[in-house]
């Protein structure tokens, strides 16, 4: 099989990163996977060949001939119907929510999980705009980091590709405006040659990213330029950059990353109009977001995500509550600052890799006039001493690589009485459990969909010590 060559196949399943499979004949007598990114189940399709990797061969999708049951009648977006943020677009709604829950039911049953997730919260209809319903539960994201390709394109990156860029000129998951932020700053770039855009490749460039994140809740908006030296950006530069953003942004940062890294990061941070920061508010709770800070993208679900936790907080065998709270890789506060508004005799301490957001989740304690039973320090989670720290409730969210070794040991040793996991990852997390049910029993299981038209789901665990066991 050489590059570009064209199978044909049915599809029959989603492999671990949703993408759709199907078997085709290998000349041995057995079968090589082939996998489709932007198929589903019951597609009959065409594809081309690209390479093949780890005993699959991962392909194109050039035509869909024919469609199966769960495949929408009509695309979402026909200006850019393989969006690779977007790779379950093509789905139905109702059968994205139905083959998330199969999917991590497969993955509890292979791990030797006996139980199950009843249920997936599905996420509520967003808004209508652009000639789009609310029920197609779009522009739910609250942050886009729009890559700058060395053509000058401003948008995604092609799904699977590190250097071929999609040149967006519209947006599903951001908001309406987005097209519009768009626009203006290729406005901007047009108005400056002189400023090369990023060429990964070469690693030579001006131009790397632009960041907009905001708060669906107080319409307060930050737009970042993400760029490889400041000094290339002068005084006046500067300000043709604000009048070409503007009106979209009370908050306007030029960030400079010099590094080979391809992060939408800024090293260092200024901002040219307004604050480094934003603000928004899940719950009743306000938040202060830096550009660097890692914040749930999707504010609405967030919303039921808290609710789903604070749920299992205030269910613990805790006579009446649970008094100490240690929030995990708590980012900018956002489980403990939450515990701490809802249960007025609970004090939460919050643990955090980043200085900076620790520095920001105390703020974020005090505006929310928590700061006097909210504690925050930073540091490594696989490195916390754990003394002077009492929890009789752990939350632990940790990135999408899962908890580090030392974490799980740490938490088995210490055994509190409540630990409540929740994971963006629940292929690492059914791993995990293994480990826990030496000591603790699972008392529920629950998933929400907080990224639509993606394969990616959050799932929350709350376990209780086992009866007789006693925290150390
Ligand atoms: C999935 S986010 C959850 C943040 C927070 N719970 C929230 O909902 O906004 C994971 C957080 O873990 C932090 N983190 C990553 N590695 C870490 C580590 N080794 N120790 C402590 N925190 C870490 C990240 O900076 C990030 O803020």
């Known amino acids: 099989m050489k590059f570009g060559d064209i199978l044909q196949g049915t599809i029959t399943r989603f492999d671990a990163k949703g993408r759709g499979v199907f078997d085709a004949p290998k000349g041995d007598g057995g079968n090589r996977p082939v996998i489709v990114p932007f198929a589903t189940l019951g597609d009959t399709v065409e594809v081309s060949f690209i390479k093949r990797q780890e005993g699959c061969s991962i392909t194109n999708l050039v035509r869909v001939l024919s469609a199966g049951p769960s495949r929408r009648s009509e695309a979402l977006s026909k200006s850019l119907p393989h969006n690779p943020g977007m790779l379950w677009a093509h789905i139905n709604y109702d059968d994205q929510i139905s083959f998330k829950q199969e999917m991590i039911n497969d993955a509890l049953e292979g791990a030797g999980h006996d139980e199950r997730v009843e249920h997936i919260i599905p996420c509520p209809p967003t808004v209508a705009a652009n000639g789009h319903a609310a029920e197609d539960r779009l522009y739910y994201r609250n942050r886009m980091d729009y890559a700058i390709g060395w053509k000058g394109e401003v948008g995604l990156k092609e799904y699977g590709s590190w250097n071929r860029y999609i040149d967006l000129k519209d947006c599903l998951l951001l908001s309406p405006e987005a097209p519009k932020i768009l626009e203006a700053f290729r406005g901007f770039m047009a108005k400056h040659p002189e400023l090369k855009p990023w060429d990964a490749k070469r690693q030579e460039g001006d131009l790397r990213y632009l960041v907009v994140r905001e708060g669906k809740q107080t319409n307060d908006r930050l737009i970042a330029i993400i760029v490889k030296d400041l000094e290339r ?192 990852d629940y292929h690492h997390l059914v791993k995990e459990l293994t480990q826990f049910k030496t000591k603790y029993e699972i008392k529920n299981i629950t998933a929400l969909d907080l990224f639509p038209h993606t394969p990616h789901v959050e799932v929350v665990v709350k376990m209780a010590l086992k009866s007789g066991i006693m925290s150390s």
Request: net charge negative; glycine share 6%; proline share 5%.
């Open 233 to 424: 950006f002068s005084d006046e530069v500067r300000k043709d950059l604000v009048d070409q953003l503007d009106r979209f942004a009370d908050n306007i940062v030029l960030g400079e990353n010099p590094a080979v890294t391809d992060l939408s990061f800024g090293r260092t941070t200024v901002a040219l109009k307004g604050k480094e920061t934003f603000d928004e508010i899940v719950n009743g709770t306000r938040y202060t977001i830096q550009l660097n800070s890692f914040f749930q993208t999707n504010p609405l679900m967030a919303a039921k995500l808290q609710d789903v936790v604070m749920d299992f907080v205030s269910t613990t065998p805790h006579s009446p509550l649970p008094s100490t709270l240690l929030d995990l890789y708590c980012g900018l506060g956002f489980f403990a600052i939450n515990a701490a508004q809802r249960f007025p005799n609970i004090k939460a301490t919050g643990f955090e890799i980043y200085k900076h957001m620790i520095e920001l989740a105390g703020i974020n304690a005090q505006q929310n006039e928590v700061g006097d039973r909210c504690v925050f320090e930073s540091g490594k989670a696989e490195e916390l001493s754990w003394k002077d720290i009492e929890a009789d409730v752990v939350i632990v969210d940790p990135p999408r690589a899962g908890l580090h070794h030392r974490v799980i040991e740490t938490l088995l040793e210490k055994s509190p009485k409540t630990i409540i996991y929740v994971s963006c």
